[in-house]
Structures are given as C-alpha cells and as structure tokens.
T-cell receptor, first 113, second 113 residues
Framework: GNSVTQMEGPVTLSEEAFLTINCTYTATGYPSLFWYVQYPGEGLQLLLKATKADDKGSNKGFEATYRKETTSFHLEKGSVQVSDSAVYFCARNYGGATNKLIFGTGTLLAVQP | DVKVTQSSRYLVKRTGEKVFLECVQDMDHENMFWYRQDPGLGLRLIYFSYDVKMKEKGDIPEGYSVSREKKERFSLILESASTNQTSMYLC????????????FGPGTRLTVL
C-alpha cells in the first residue's frame, strides 16, 4: 500500500545538538516527498520538499535527501535551536496528477536551552 | 502573503447538532482540502476539492460532507455531530500540480459533547 512511517517522538535535544528524524515511505511509483512543520498553536507549513530521486530539499538549515533505494527521506539539521521546537510531519503525494498528501503521524521535537 | 483562514479557532457543539466549518483562501487556488488531526494518527484527508462544485472523498469521509460554491471558500459539514468527531480540523489550499505546496489554516479545535 501507500504509506508514510516516521519515527515516534517526542525527541528531546539540547540546543546545538544534531537532529535526525527518520521517514520512510511505500509507493508503487515515484512520489514527491515533503516535510511540513507545525509550530505551537499554528497550522502546518512547508519546510522542504523533493520531487525526484537524489533531490535534496533544504530550508532554514534543515535538509532531507530523496533516497529511492532505501525509500527514505530523513530530516536532518546540524545544530538545532529552541525555536525549532515543533511537530514535524513527513508526507508523500498520492502520485499521478493530484497533490493529495499522505502524512506520517508526526514527530514532536523539543529543544532545551 | 498567502493566507488561509478558518472561521473559528475553538468550537464546542452538542451531539446531534449540525456543524459548519468554514475555510477561506485568498490565493485563487484551485485545490482545497479538509483534514482532521488526531494524536498518534497524524493528518487524515476527509475531502478534497479541485474546482468549484467539484469534490472527491478522502480517506475518512464518513459522517462528513463538503460544499464549494465559490473558488475561495470550502466548507466542511458535520450533518449530525458525534463525540468521535472531536478533533482538530485543518483546511489547506494549493495550486493544482502534483508537486505544489499546500498552505494550511490555523485549525479549528472542535469538541462534541
């Protein structure tokens, strides 16, 4: 089937620590992949995306690489800040012409000063 | 600036009531979406609209209907609210391409008593 699996949280880190949030997907084709972020009290906003294999999406110091061979799109950041505390959602589109999304369950990141 | 607004941030209703959740976007987007967000389940698509008066069921449409009479407005209707519909409801809009970003509203937290 089509699904997205991401690591469960919460993830608690100290400021300036390295962050990895794992995400894997299942798909019959080659979907586009997304990371969305939800800050407290807000709706989701796009963090980064990649539309084909080996693409790297990046934004605000976050990166993720579309790995077709491992069907993964892990989110990384070299040095997190307190302001990065949020819920992070990995997603893939359904494929074809639509941009309907399938979301993972979300990972809560808490960064402590 | 891109903007998606939802009619209420918080809503409390009684079992059996008819509930309307309104979403308005000012970006002239073709696509609009309604999701519900529940802890441990992530976001799940309820309904999707790709044009005025056009709609498509998502993954969990049971108990819900939608209306899109104008391009900028997409309404979610709970015909007879039940306690298991207590949730956070998120609206989003986007351009129509499969890689296009979805823009989210701040959400409506609905409690059904």
């Amino acid at each position: 089937g089509n699904s997205v699996t991401q690591m469960e949280g919460p993830v608690t880190l100290s400021e300036e620590a390295f962050l990895t949030i794992n995400c894997t997907y299942t798909a019959t084709g080659y979907p586009s992949l997304f990371w969305y972020v939800q800050y407290p009290g807000e709706g989701l906003q796009l963090l980064l995306k990649a539309t084909k294999a080996d693409d790297k999406g990046s934004n605000k110091g976050f990166e993720a690489t579309y790995r077709k061979e491992t069907t993964s799109f892990h989110l990384e950041k070299g040095s997190v800040q307190v302001s990065d505390s949020a819920v992070y959602f990995c997603a893939r589109n359904y494929g074809g012409a639509t941009n309907k999304l399938i979301f993972g369950t979300g990972t809560l990141l808490a960064v402590q000063p | 600036d891109v903007k998606v607004t939802q009619s209420s941030r918080y809503l409390v209703k009684r079992t059996g009531e008819k509930v309307f959740l309104e979403c308005v976007q000012d970006m002239d987007h073709e696509n609009m979406f309604w999701y519900r967000q529940d802890p441990g389940l992530g976001l799940r698509l309820i309904y999707f609209s790709y044009d005025v008066k056009m709609k498509e069921k998502g993954d969990i449409p049971e108990g819900y209907s939608v209306s899109r009479e104008k391009k900028e407005r997409f309404s979610l209707i709970l015909e007879s609210a039940s306690t298991n519909q207590t949730s956070m409801y998120l609206c989003a809009s986007s351009l129509p391409l499969s890689t296009d970003t979805q823009y989210f509203g701040p959400g409506t937290r609905l409690t059904v008593l």
